[in-house]
């Protein structure tokens, strides 16, 4: 049996927010109360599990999981940032008693802390691209797709999404060498994960009509 990668534990957000000075920006958060007091009591956690996803937030669990790739030196500004995106998942999920996803609630919980309430992030080394395991291109319009799980499917038994089952025949351009087996997926709520850079999946059909 495979042993499983533990999480690393950090403290809690309150513990957390302080060694990484940003307590006093979730500090705007005070005025939720006990929201507020949830937050700064759960638990954050590091991952190497997730190839794509900056972090994500269980409230049920009273849990943070952030990327292991967000603790390298240099990318202080995107893991301050991602702790704070997951806190306001916390904080509008704890206010609201439901999972507030990346609705309204959480948008004016992300200005009241003063963040941009971006959904995606933009982080090039958790990009698709960055992680993939393989990537197809379009033979005609060149368009690439990248896989960081190992596709189900042959290029040859796809076409581009631009350019059609017609026009839009694929081709690997990459053989990359093999990667560990992956982990199973997390316990945590795909809603409230950061998601994946926007990208279009191939689509799958016959390459002729
Ligand atoms: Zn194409
Ligand atoms: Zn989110």
Redesign the pocket.
């Known amino acids: 049996m495979r042993k499983q990668r533990a999480a690393r534990v950090l403290g809690t957000v309150a513990e957390v927010a302080k060694a990484w000075g940003i307590k006093r920006r979730l500090d705007r958060a005070l005025l939720l109360g006990r929201a507020y007091e949830k937050c700064l009591s759960c638990t954050v956690e590091i991952s190497g599990r997730s190839k794509v996803q900056a972090g994500a937030?269980n409230t049920r669990l009273g849990k943070i999981l952030l990327n292991a790739a967000l603790m390298e030196p240099g990318r202080e500004a995107d893991r301050n940032a991602t702790l704070l995106?997951?806190c306001a998942?916390i904080l509008a999920d704890s206010v609201y008693r439901r999972n507030c996803g990346?609705g309204s609630s959480w948008k004016r919980v992300m200005e009241l802390l003063g963040e941009k309430p971006d959904?995606h992030h933009a982080l090039d080394y958790l990009s698709p691209k960055a992680q993939a395991v393989a990537t197809w291109a379009c033979r005609t319009c060149g368009e690439e797709y990248h896989y960081v799980r190992k596709p189900r499917h042959r290029p040859q038994d796809c076409y581009c999404a631009r350019c059609g089952p017609r026009r839009g025949r694929l081709q690997a351009i990459e053989i990359p060498p093999p990667r560990p087996e992956l982990d199973p997926p997390s316990a945590f709520d795909s809603r409230?994960?950061?998601g994946v850079n926007a990208y279009q999946r191939a689509k799958k059909g016959r390459t002729r009509p």
Do not use: F, M, N, Q
């Open positions: 937030a995106h997951e998942h990346h959904v409230t994960e950061i």
